[in-house]
């Protein structure tokens, strides 16, 4: 299995984003993805994830509190691919991101230690 993220760049204050999750050797529909990000000076943070899909085809989504109504999470089951929209950006969300696959957890929601697979992340610079 392996995850790549991309999407990353430069954007000015107020701008957005969209970050792709791409996989080989796994249905993302099938397994919970997680968002992390690593801004300098803290720690890996989750900024959002979404759960095994259920019945429907859509997932549990889940966000901290900071982050509700800013960045958006989805899944494209066809193209194989999770989103992350980023919108409404500041200088604090600068870091690299990454996604991440919980191999044995349904709605691991944002702690780092439940997820197995880490692909490479893509770097965001919110900057004027």
């Known amino acids: 299995v392996q995850l790549q993220a991309s999407g990353g760049g430069l954007v000015q204050p107020g701008g957005s984003l969209r970050l792709s999750c791409t996989a080989s050797?796994?249905?993302?529909?099938?397994?919970?993805i997680g968002w992390f990000r690593q801004t300098p000076g803290k720690e890996r943070e989750g900024v959002a994830s979404?759960?095994?899909?259920?019945?429907?085809?859509?997932?549990?989504?889940y966000y901290p509190d900071s982050m509700k109504g800013r960045f958006t999470i989805s899944r494209d089951k066809a193209k194989n691919t999770v989103y992350l929209d980023l919108n409404s950006l500041r200088p604090e969300d600068t870091g690299v991101y990454y996604c991440?696959?919980?191999?044995?957890?349904?709605?691991?929601?944002?702690?780092?230690?439940?997820?197995?697979?880490w692909g490479q992340g893509t770097l965001v610079t919110v900057s004027s």
């Open positions: 991440a696959q919980s191999s044995t957890w349904r709605h691991p929601g944002l702690a780092t230690n439940l997820y197995d697979v």
């Open positions: 050797g796994v249905a993302l529909h099938s397994v919970a």
């Open positions: 979404i759960s095994t899909s259920d019945g429907t085809g859509d997932g549990t989504t």
